[in-house]
């Protein structure tokens, strides 16, 4: 596959929560080994238009999408397309660390099981928790209960354990809103060294947080109708220095929120 | 002494006089149930002590009060609990785990939940004479171990469904949304996310359901009705008879050996349940600890 063409093309994609329309024509590119950061204001629709690429709406009746969304290159919601694979195949990590209550150990391993993975499953938790930068903090307690890791350890677990089942994509919606500013840098800095072998969209309330990290914006805000829309997308430099539209200017100069 | 409030009337003693009077009235409400116990408790202690003996267990029931003992009652007793969570146990925890996890939320699945509630609250003797009808009469199995198990599953079937229920809606949202993202499949995501946490839950549940129903009398007097039973069941084909029946029998006996038969009959039975519902604190307690780290 060309490193160039984008990972995922989403074309007039619209999402309904039984009547209402969370998502409005939404059309962008997410492109390849970079890390796209979302952005916008409260119940725009950020985590919603997350759960599209990985089809973990699929999981909430209610919810129904129009339009398309094509990853590598074909329909990400073709009828003949296994969301469980899918899945599989693009990693995520959600707001508040969310360990399995097991041991450390387990917790990576699960994903190796369900998935069938035929390698040593020893060696491939000890790199996904290397990957993750958490080996050295557990090596000595793998046995022991992941809840009773810090909350910035147990957000790299879920990392760790998304990273194990060899993920192109990672999706991660707010991964450090729970964390103290020290665990949030360490988090920020392993998002930077995976976007080098992954995928990574990214959703975050932080300015800073998105400007440090990421080399595409996506900003997005909910019309009159509260529908989310897609306002600018571009490389961050371009959207925290020179936006085009004024909303999006005032939103991350903070003059609304 | 501090400026007093000049809208307000405090009257404090009087508030003080009432305070106390409720406080008095709940403890006598919480001492009526305790003494009761107490007095209950002591009566069948004192009567039944003295004839609770290695015997007592042993012997056959006689109508010699000094010869008789409950083993029968009591094989027969752990004959059909051990059937009858052989039974609820799985069809219980499939039923709960089919209308948590699979089901989708329409009127036919309110319509089954209400139901399954209302059926938890059916008196015993109704499904004693359901399981009369059903498993003696229509399926000629006749009065066996098997018969009566079948009919306390019934009985105990909604308690093991509700309680199971109960104990997989506790798990966290967060813990199947994380094997969802995985790529786990929706059986992948009950066995690995799901009854890890929900099991001691579960076992809890069912427990306290079966100590329910190893008291009950009712149901299993329509289908056992046998009290000189001088042998154990060998098989669920077996005919059998159950404590609390064999306790209701010395009950209704005239003389007075008998009542305190009845008395030793009921500690052995007590005995059993506060195993049981130790067991099952136990479960709950470890349960706690380990979701709590
Ligand atoms: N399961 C759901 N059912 C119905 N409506 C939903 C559901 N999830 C989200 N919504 C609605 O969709 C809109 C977008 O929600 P979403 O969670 O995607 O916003 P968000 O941008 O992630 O907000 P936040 O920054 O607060 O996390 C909101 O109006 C929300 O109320
Ligand atoms: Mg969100």
Redesign the pocket.
């Known amino acids: 596959m060309n490193d160039d063409a984008p990972i995922f093309e989403v074309s007039s994609l619209s999402l309904y ?1 039984d009547d ?1 329309r ?1 998502l409005k024509d939404i059309d962008m590119e997410i492109r390849r080994y970079a890390i796209t950061a979302l952005i ?1 204001p ?7 238009l997350l759960r599209c690429f990985n089809r973990m709406n699929d999981l ?1 009746p ?1 919810a129904r999408i129009e339009g398309r969304i094509l990853f590598e290159g074909s329909d990400l919601y073709h009828p003949d397309v296994d969301a469980t694979e899918i899945r599989s195949r693009i990693g995520m990590v959600f707001q508040r660390p969310n360990p399995f209550p097991k041991s450390i150990y387990d917790n990576v391993a699960f994903g190796l099981k369900i998935n069938g993975y035929r390698g040593d499953i020893d060696e491939a938790i000890e790199r996904s928790l290397r990957q993750a930068a958490l080996w050295d903090e557990v090596k000595d307690r793998l046995k022991d209960s992941a809840l009773e890791l810090s909350g910035g350890q147990q957000q790299r677990l879920c990392i760790a354990r998304a990273l194990a089942v060899e993920p192109e994509v990672i999706l991660m919606d707010e991964p450090a809103s729970a964390l103290d500013p020290i665990a949030t840098l360490a988090i920020e800095e392993l998002v930077r060294e995976l976007s080098e072998s992954y995928t990574i969209v990214i ?1 975050t ?1 932080n300015m800073q947080q998105a400007a440090r990290v990421s080399h595409e914006t996506a900003f997005l805000m909910a019309g009159e109708d ?1 529908s ?1 829309y897609l306002v600018e997308h571009g490389a961050t430099s371009q959207i925290f220095t020179t936006p085009k539209s004024e909303r999006t200017e005032a939103y991350i100069t903070g003059r609304f929120s | 002494m501090a400026k007093s409030k000049v809208n307000f009337d405090p009257r404090l003693a009087r508030r003080k006089m009432i305070g106390g009077v409720f406080y008095f009235v709940f403890l006598c409400a919480v001492m009526v149930g305790i003494l009761s116990l107490l007095v209950l408790l002591t009566r069948i202690l004192m009567e039944g002590l003295p004839w609770l003996s290695l015997g007592f267990l042993t012997n056959y029931p006689s109508r010699h009060p000094e010869i008789a003992g409950i083993r029968s009652a009591m094989m027969g007793t752990i004959w059909v609990m051990a059937l009858t969570a052989l039974f609820t146990v799985p069809v219980g925890v499939g039923a709960a785990i089919y209308l948590e996890e699979y089901a989708p939320k329409n009127r036919l699945t309110q319509l089954i939940e209400i139901n399954i509630s209302n059926l938890a609250g059916v008196p015993s003797i109704v499904y004693g004479l359901l399981g009369w009808a059903l498993f003696v009469q229509i399926m000629s199995m006749g009065r066996v171990v098997l018969a009566g198990a079948l009919t306390l599953s019934l009985l105990v079937l909604p308690i093991v469904i509700l309680a199971s229920r109960e104990a997989i809606r506790a798990v966290p949202n967060e813990y199947r949304l994380g094997a969802f993202a995985l790529g786990a499949d929706q059986w992948q995501v009950i066995k690995g996310a799901v009854l890890p946490s929900a099991i001691p839950g579960i076992l809890t549940g069912t427990i306290l359901a079966l100590s329910r129903a190893i008291g009950e009398a009712a149901p299993v007097i329509a289908i056992s009705a046998l009290v000189y039973l001088t042998f154990v069941p060998a098989d669920p084909f077996d005919q059998f008879t159950v404590m609390p029946i064999q306790i209701f029998n010395w009950v209704g006996r005239p003389q007075d050996d008998f009542q305190s038969l009845a008395a030793a009959g009921i500690i052995v039975l007590l005995a059993i349940l506060l195993t049981m519902n130790a067991l099952a604190v136990i479960l709950r307690n470890r349960y706690q600890t380990r979701s709590e780290d």
């Open positions: 929560y209402f969370a916008g409260s119940g725009c629709g950020k985590s919603t909430i209610t959703v309330h509260r989310g």
